[in-house]
Structures are given as structure tokens and as C-alpha cells.
């Protein structure tokens, strides 16, 4: 049932992942998914993009996969909340898609991102997916909130190259308020890939009256630096360019009147997290 659908799905090719897309899994059963989310050998993707040139180091293909627990705020993907609004994607597909720019993005030295969405919901798949790259030989990262670090094993975090992990606010109330989950396991995960040295990017969006908060920026910088192996943070200024999906998805959105922050409040957050030696764009 699943295997028909991804050959009859549209096209994953996303021109960005502003496309609303809905309900793209419709007619596969509930006990399909699960078992799809068991071995990993289907996956459920909002799209793949190509060309990004901010989604890691050099030019990226990226997986859009979807389904994410978190609720934050601010989403400008909220249709990624629910996997069934993903294609349903053969790993197979999947590999094939992918192996097609292997050479390409050899040659601008780019590679393979796994976003969403939280690409952890289906840990299964990404871990084969990402596995399925590094054998092409394709430099590897994933975009996470890292909260469902803890299902994967060393041996499989071996895959992943670069971890781009979003770190909200701190404190575990305003972290609740602003996601709907604790921080702990997102620090916690960070904690453990620096005890790897395996390479992380914060990335850290900035909502002027949200998240610019001088104290909590500061711990959030501090916290970065003390964990030796954050090699840039990237401060991403909140837009509105996802209000729509809040719209039409009857989604209750409380950020309407919140303006993208200016560039002085973006060079004041870069520079809380250059005070602590860290390289911040
Ligand atoms: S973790 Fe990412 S995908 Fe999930 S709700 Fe937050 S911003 Fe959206």
C-alpha cells in the first residue's frame, strides 16, 4: 500500500519550504506508518530543496522531513507539525534522489542536510538515510531540536558530519511557553556531542520581546562556549514569511504584530555570543 503510493507521490522537489503542502499521505493506514517508522525503510518528507546555501557548510540538498512535537511559536513551517502531511518517500527513493548531486555538491563543497520539521521523529530513517549518503561519500548534517537525541546510538551519530542544533531561549518556563517542551534533553544532547567533539552550529532565532531577553541570550552564549565543540552560531531574524500556513491550517498565531528585528538588535545578539569567543553570523 505505502510502496504504491511514493511511486504515484508528486514530485519532492520543493522550489523552498514555504510550500504549504497537506495531506500528502492520505489513504496509508495508521499500522503502515508505524511500521514505516520501526524499520526506517520509508520516510514521510515535506520535500527536498536544492541549492541552500544556509542550511550548513557550502551548497546543501536538503530533506525537509515532517513531524515535530515542539509547538514553538514562531514556526514558519507549522505544516511539518503533522507526518502525515508528508510524502510518503521509499528509502530507496530517498538515495536515489539524493546520489543524483552527489558530484555537484562534491565540487562546491556542500552536502546533504536533514531538516524538517524534527527529523528525529523518525529516527529510523533518518539514520538510514544519512548512512545512505555518507556511503556516496556526501558530507552529512542534521538540523534538530534536539530533544530526540537520546534515540540514536554513538555508532549511529557516527553519520552525521555537522549537527545544526536549534537552541531556543533558556530557562525551563519560558522554554515551555515558547516550544511547549522542556530544554533539558536539547541540552543534554548538546552536552553529549561535545563530549564526542562532534561538531555543532547553534542556531538561535532572534524575535525582538521573545527571545532577546539580554540574560537569556547571555546563557544561551555562555552555555555554547563552555561546550568546546559549537564551531559558528548563526542568529536567523524571526520573519513572517510562515504566517500564512498559521493561517490556513486555523492555527491560533500570536506573533502578528512582531517585526523582523533590525540590524543593530542582530549585531547586538552576534556580539553577546562573540564575548564568549564564538563565531557568530
Ligand atoms: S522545533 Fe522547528 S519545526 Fe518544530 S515547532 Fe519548533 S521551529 Fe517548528
Redesign the pocket.
Known sequence: MIAEKSLQAPNLQAKNPYELRLDQCRGVSESAVREALRTGDMGFLHSFTTGSAVDGPGVRVVGWTAG?Q???L?????D??NMMNGIPVTLERAIEALGKYRHGLKIMNGGFTLS???PLMQDRFAVKLLRGAKAMGIHTAIET?GYLGSRLTDDELDAIDLVLL?I?TWGREKHLQL?GKDIANTLEFGRRLAARKQPIWVRFVLVPGLTDDPADVAQIANFAAGLGNVQRVEVLPFHQMGRFKWQRLGLDYTLNDVKTPTQDLIEWACNVFRAEGLQAF
Open positions: 515535530c515542539w509547538r514553538c514562531y514556526c514558519h513551517n507549522p511539518t507539525w524538517g520539521g524534527e531540536n536549534g531556543k516550544t
